[in-house]
């Protein structure tokens, strides 16, 4: 669930239910004053025990053990991106300790970890703190990771969980030596006073430093004083991750536990009705029951996943309703012809593109083109699953989420037990993507485990189920037309496109209060509506298509589609009048240095002004998505007809401040990486309304034989910090694209390649 | 059936066409090994059968009676990692982290069939499945471990 953008109106109207819904906290709603972060200041203490368990806690962030141990609760889902190593960096830094005295816990789905940046717009401002808004979103415990925004909203908010457990511990050592505040000084662990060079270590202060109640916020580090963020420091679940004893949702073991496969129904908007083959089915020893959910699929509950999952195969099931007709085919003419007609929505608007366009001028050129992308599926490499425990009134979850508290209400509504009594445990997850914020397997977990009271019950979906059931990324067409002069300058720009609304449908599923009505979807057009370029006349407009079928987020969300449409044709302005494809885009650059300074970066990176020996070819583009400004070249060869090689990409990011250079280099790679096989293998399609693709056999990804070498730079910035996890992606496949004209002259105008004859070794 | 898994013998009882990787996962309990597919194909799953990397997902348990089993739990000995463990650690190799066991027990593999590997050898046995996109610090980790393995055998000679 990415970047998530909705209408204030919509936003109120949340804001009073939820005030409702809080009730008791009005109290401290009252705190909300404190420099506008009050959930690091007195309100938040309410919370610090219950979200960070017993033991000496400084806020909800930060708790010391008499040991020295310092635990730094991360509320955000560890999927890859290393979220567990950089907002302990954050805290570390102000805190004064080492990394390796740090352990990261998951905590309960409480308001003080709300990610107020990714429930509130995407502002630049966001920052600076808290609006009125952003302090009524705190007090909502939207613990959600997704749209590239960790860092982001953590910036500020866990320097100052770690500066504030700082002020308490140096005012408890001041206080016990009777001396002024001034005489202490933090320095790796410990309080030193600075007259006398007594020492006293976090552990020995902790207990009376947590009852300490300061009077103002501490005053932040500035970068130049910075020894941990913005350092390459190792990531802190590399040994679990290396030994096999990282725990990811499906690695949940329990007493008595029993696993559940899931069978979804086989035809889109279809329900399973009944099962006629059960007693066959309960026969096979192991199996335990066999259940018909509410919402359409059945389920088989064994010993064990193999079972669960053979015996849930088997099931000879009678499905009611569906869509037969839905097809690739059929969504395509459809969306040919919504391609015509007037748009829904047009979101930007600049000049008088019709009149740009009507005017005759001699030495210009229109051109127009359109584009198509199918849907694709977030194959994630550990399968949706969620472990449930029903009991005595209670339930427990164990599940890998990117919004737990997506997850908490889920498990409320289906089991009907209060949140207070429901426990999340959030795990390791084995990729997100965007994935793993849909409520779907938490909700079916917990239908079985309420069958099964008494009993865990792990409940997965099988790789055919998860890839057969994603939320897929939309299917998309987009339509171009421009004009442009002989000497390179983009007269006019009109782009319209269909696709259905993520932000309609998925937070449907999700946080239904905040879904938004298609035609205020901002994630439909981006990456379309704000290109950086000059250009005088520029329309880009939008129409919505209504189809039974569930999309959702995915790794950089519109600006995947939009990515790859708009970089692509206006290269393909580039090459009508003749112009090298960097500087047509370095021309239109004007009154955006930080984009240009990536642009340059990356055409300097990859030598691009000297040309490449025979049979080499390569591709630029340049999208801004999450804050973050990404620039890459991609650079091929040729092997023998439609048989490339891709060599090398070249990547230049501006991310503003950067907590650990190394894992933004692993997010751009991965994001890189992840655009690429989508350009070569990526494609769901339907047919009689279900889907063709089902496991990797047939949704092949990029493996190590043909991921290319890549070198990320990235800009050295002092400007507050931009997403990382997710604009590596857009790029990369109108960079590939390009490359492919310059090599072929054939343009690529529709994904993937391997369905155009295309091979990649 | 009787398994040797990591140098322990475990009397398994489960249903002879179940596949190694179940009978790790959901009987033993032995979790590092991955699911990912199903179908042999992403390499999740993969463990050693007498030295050599298999993928377990297709592979009934039943067969592998008298044959050495090595998971990832048997890379570790005791708190020491393996130099390609340790590679792995050097270089950030996982993101998500789900892949990481297969790919280390493939690693493992290669390295001891191919103590020096080039970079088509890598292409052409390590063939698994990485979601996140951590392929090229997976290459440079196998070749530092290729390195420090090296060196360790060549201090060893020394010494002798
Ligand atoms: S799970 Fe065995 S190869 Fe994928
Ligand atoms: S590290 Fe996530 S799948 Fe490889």
Redesign the interface.
Known sequence: MANQKKERSTARKWTRRAFIGVGGLAGVGLVVGVGGYMHISSAVKKYSGKGMGDGNSMNAWVRIAPDNTVTIAVARAEMGQGVTTALPQLVAEELEVDMNSIKVVSPQPESPYSNTFLVTKNRPNAFKGYDLLEKVYAFLPVIATGGSTSVIDAWTNMRFAGATAREMLKTAAAKQWGTSLVNCKAENGYVINTATNDRLSYGELAEAASSIELDELPTLKKKEDFKIVGKPVKRLDSFEKVTGTAEYGIDIRLDGMLYAAIKHPSTIGAKIKSVSNEDTILNMPGVKKVLVLEDGPAAVVADNTWLASKAAQALQVEEEGGDVSISTEGILAQMNDLLKQKPLKITRNDGNVADAFAQEQANTKTIEARYDLPYLAHATMEPMNATVLVKDGKATLWCGHQAASVAHTMVEAVSGIPKKDITVNTTYLGGGFGRRGEPDFVRYATAVAKEMEGTPVQTIFTREEDMKNDMYRPMAASQFKAKISGDGELIAWDNKMVLQSCSNNAMGRIMPSMATAPADDETTAEGADNMPYVIKNQRVAFNDIQLPIQIGYWRSVGYSQNGFFAESFFDECAHAVGKDPYEFRRSKLGNHPRFAAVLDKVAEISNWKTPLPEGKYRGISLVKSYNSIVGEVVEISKQGEKEFKIDKVYAAIDCGNVVNPDIVDTQVQGGIIFGLTAALYGEITWKDGQVVQSNFPNYEMVRMGVCPEIQVHIMDIDEPPGGVGEPGTPPAAPALANALFAATGERIRTLPLNKQGYKFV | MNLNINGKDYQVD??PA??L??VL???L?M?????????A??G?CTVHIDGVAMRTCTLPASALEGKAIT???G??KGNE?SAV?KA??EH??????????GM?MAAEALLKENPDPTDKD???S??????????????QAIKTAAKNLGNTEDQLLGSL
């Open positions: 489960a249903d179940m596949p990787l179940w996962r959901d009987v309990n979790t590092g090994t991955k699911y990912g597919c199903g179908v194909s992403c999740a998971t990832i739990e890379i570790t990692l463990q792995w650690i950030s190799a996982p993101q998500c982290g789900y892949c990481q066991s280390i890598i292409n052409k390590i063939t698994n499945i990485c979601r996140c996109g951590s392929y090229n610090r997976v290459r």
